[in-house]
């Protein structure tokens, strides 16, 4: 953050017709800052960043989320076919952990909906840059 020291309004914001005159009456001066870009910060920090949110923070959890929910769906589908086997044919409602299941399914799937395109967006940022 770097200092500006004081700068006068503009005039827009001290006429009579504008709505923040009355703050600027007494005073037509203001303490100004100015955000400027770090010393350290440069092009191959900020392709980390783009790589690190990308991968760590958006593409790999969506690819763990999709083979974990694609290893439960398996497991109950197995499951149910056991206990099909079991009962000798007959097949019941949907058991408490079927409904359960499909209810995370839904939610794991709303999840990679709106997180997926936007770590490829963010990969893609970062694979662009590495190339240009």
């Known amino acids: 953050i770097r200092d500006n020291g004081y700068l006068d309004v503009p005039s827009y914001c001290t006429a009579n017709g504008s709505t923040y005159a009355?703050?600027?009456?007494?005073?037509s001066k203001v303490h100004a800052y100015n955000i400027a870009q770090p010393l350290?910060?440069?092009?191959?920090?900020?392709?980390?960043?783009?790589?690190?949110?990308?991968l760590v923070l958006k593409l790999i959890p969506c690819i763990m989320l999709t083979i974990?929910?694609?290893?439960?769906?398996r497991m109950l589908m197995e499951?149910?076919?056991r206990r099909t086997r079991l009962c000798g044919g007959?097949?019941?409602g949907k058991s408490q952990a079927e409904?359960?299941?499909?209810m995370l399914t839904a939610i794991v799937a709303v999840f990679l909906i709106t997180e997926l395109p936007q770590g490829l967006l963010v990969f893609a940022t970062g694979?662009?840059?590495?190339l240009s």
């Open 99 to 102: 409904r359960t299941t499909s």
């Open 68 to 73: 974990f929910m694609t290893l439960l769906v």
């Open 90 to 92: 007959t097949a019941s």
């Open 79 to 81: 499951a149910r076919e």
């Open 127 to 130: 694979v662009y840059n590495l």
């Open 22 to 27: 009355h703050y600027y009456r007494e005073n």
């Open 40 to 54: 350290w910060w440069n092009c191959r920090w900020e392709r980390f960043n783009f790589w690190a949110a990308g």
